[in-house]
């Protein structure tokens, strides 16, 4: 069965900082990985995906992740945060099996200070 | 161009009460879902379903119980609420059953229960 750890429940960083939110994960075939973010009283919407085309994988609002086979991990990254950016973030993992359901981390809440 | 539809937004119940949590979406989704969300523990899995007539239980099934007569909607059922029940539900749905696309979620539920 699949699994996800975000290192992290708490990361702050200054405005115009560089982003940084880990993701493991553990899968025993090759996964279908994906982030969310969450703003305040709101539901999840997607950042990105990974599904095997790419390992960098380019998102909205600046985010990226690179998915790394050897080190099962799947790290969120942006060069320059914003106010804007504070969220919580999760890490969630498929195994692209027919019936599959989706798992997902406990989250990383990121605050921006200025 | 709706979406994910949960209602209520809001609910406050008794121990021992049941209630039915709603669930719809206008996309022909096949995939659909159920997760709740509380502090420190991300979102965890409580029923899916990956075409009418088809369900399957998730992490934390316990307590709940789901039909999928048609492809739009997937309720979620409290059978005799309980206090660990208090929680942000969250209905979300897919394309494909197969866990490679994103999956869209509704604004979420807050229960309490008192």
């Known amino acids: 069965a699949q699994s996800v750890t975000q290192l992290g429940s708490h990361v702050s960083v200054s405005e115009g900082a560089l982003v940084l939110l880990r993701c493991n994960y553990s899968?025993?075939?090759?996964?279908?990985l994906f982030w969310y973010v969450q703003y305040p009283n709101q539901g999840l919407q997607l950042l990105l995906k990974?599904?095997?085309?790419?390992?960098l994988v380019k998102g909205i609002n600046g985010f990226e992740a690179e998915f790394k086979k050897s080190e099962t991990s799947f790290h969120l990254t942006k060069p320059s945060a914003h106010m804007s950016d504070a969220a919580e973030y999760f890490c969630?993992?498929?195994?692209?099996?027919?019936?599959?359901?989706?798992?997902f981390g406990k989250g990383t809440t990121l605050s921006v200070s200025s | 161009n709706a979406g994910v539809t949960q209602t209520p937004k809001f609910q406050v119940l008794k121990t021992g009460q049941s209630m039915t949590l709603q669930c719809a979406q206008d996309m022909n989704h096949e995939y659909m879902s159920w997760y709740r969300q509380d502090p420190g523990m991300g979102l965890r899995l409580i029923h899916y379903s990956v075409g009418a007539g088809i369900t399957d239980q998730g992490e934390v099934p316990n307590g709940y119980n789901v039909s999928r007569s048609t492809t739009e909607d997937f309720p979620l059922r409290l059978l005799s609420a309980a206090p660990s029940q208090t929680s942000v539900y969250f209905c979300?749905?897919?394309?494909?059953?197969?866990?490679?696309?994103?999956?869209?979620f509704g604004n979420g539920t807050r229960l309490t229960v008192t």
């Open positions: 990974y599904t095997s085309a790419a390992t």
């Open positions: 979300a749905s897919s394309p494909d059953t197969l866990g490679n696309s994103p999956l869209h």
């Open positions: 969630a993992v498929s195994d692209g099996q027919a019936g599959t359901a989706l798992i």
């Open positions: 899968s025993s075939v090759p996964p279908y």
